[in-house]
């Protein structure tokens, strides 16, 4: 379930009247097909939306299928209305772990041949999408570490500091046929 966006344009950080309680917390945990559909309402958002759906195509067929993806910053607001303009890119951070087979002194290596997966510059060229990675095969300490930078980072407008919410798209959905009925003139945006 996607939240109606506040009166400030944002998903809320926690839906009911108590944010203790986990489920009501975000990061909002939806269907890659939910996400799709919600946010595919102009022309503009159904470009950032194949990029996003070649992006999570070309990391999965690489090797990386096991993990989510936070997903947040202009696209997951409504900046039509509060700031007058389209959104310009996807940001997001995977979560997941190495491919099978590639060890720990191969990983380098691997993130060096699939750098437009890796390098963020060369994601937002190609995929349109603010792309970052947490590699689930480090210690836990790092983990935790990385997580805290990512969600104390997503959790906020930068401009106003203001707390937001975000959402999470597990890896394992399949983007091949949103990818087409989204190339196809489907969802009928503008």
Sequence with gaps: ???KFEESGVLPPFIGTCPTQPANQAPYKVTLETFVE????TKERKQLLIGFLEYRSTLKNSGVKNG???VDGSFVENVEKTRGRAPK???LVTFAHRPTGISPKDWSSFVEANK???????AKTSYKCDAYF?????????????????FGLFSHQRATSLWKGMLEVD?????TELLHK???GGYDAS
């Design 68 to 70: 989510f993806q936070w």
């Design 1 to 3: 379930m996607i939240p």
């Design 182 to 184: 989204l190339t196809s």
């Design 38 to 41: 919600h946010f595919a309402t």
């Design 89 to 91: 890119d996807i940001d």
């Design 116 to 122: 437009s997966l890796f390098s963020p510059e060369m």
């Design 134 to 150: 947490v590699d689930l095969d480090i210690p836990s300490k790092a983990i935790v570490s990385q997580t805290k930078y990512w």
């Design 171 to 175: 890896l394992s959905y399949n983007e």
